[in-house]
């Protein structure tokens, strides 16, 4: 079956960097487009950041625009989030996300696939 691995969080200062990795299994990944998304506490999860199959289209949320890069290996099956300048408010738990089609990309309903999210936590 499909499985999605996410790695790489951890506890950050103020204006640190992580790079998160996704781990594809059990599909066709070059067929898919990515995103990544985040959960903090009490708030609902919102768009981070998506990747179409073939990595020539890359959309960002305003809040991590400038500061974020997504990237994909197809060959490897993989799809990487490089965070720098992270904030305190970019603390949340980031999940990666797998979808057929890259339109309206910034809706979650419509990812089929999640994986089960990595920690990220930034301190001021």
């Known amino acids: 079956q499909v499985q999605l691995v996410e790695s790489g969080g951890g506890l950050v200062q103020a204006g640190g960097s992580l790079r998160l990795s996704c781990a594809a299994s059990?599909?066709?990944?070059?067929?898919?487009?990515m995103g990544w998304f985040r959960q903090a506490p009490g708030k609902e999860r919102e768009f981070v950041s998506a990747?179409?199959?073939?990595?020539?289209?890359?959309y960002f949320a305003d809040s991590v625009k400038g500061r974020f890069t997504i990237s994909r290996d197809n060959a490897k099956n993989m799809m990487y989030l490089q965070m720098n300048s992270l904030k305190p408010e970019d603390t949340a738990l980031y999940y990666c996300?797998?979808?057929?089609?890259?339109?309206?990309?910034?809706?979650?309903?419509?990812?089929?696939?999640w994986g089960q999210g990595t920690q990220v936590s930034v301190s001021s």
């Open positions: 996300a797998a979808r057929k089609t890259y339109s309206n990309i910034r809706n979650r309903n419509e990812y089929n696939y």
């Open positions: 059990g599909m066709t990944f070059s067929s898919y487009a």
């Open positions: 990747i179409s199959a073939s990595a020539l289209s890359t």
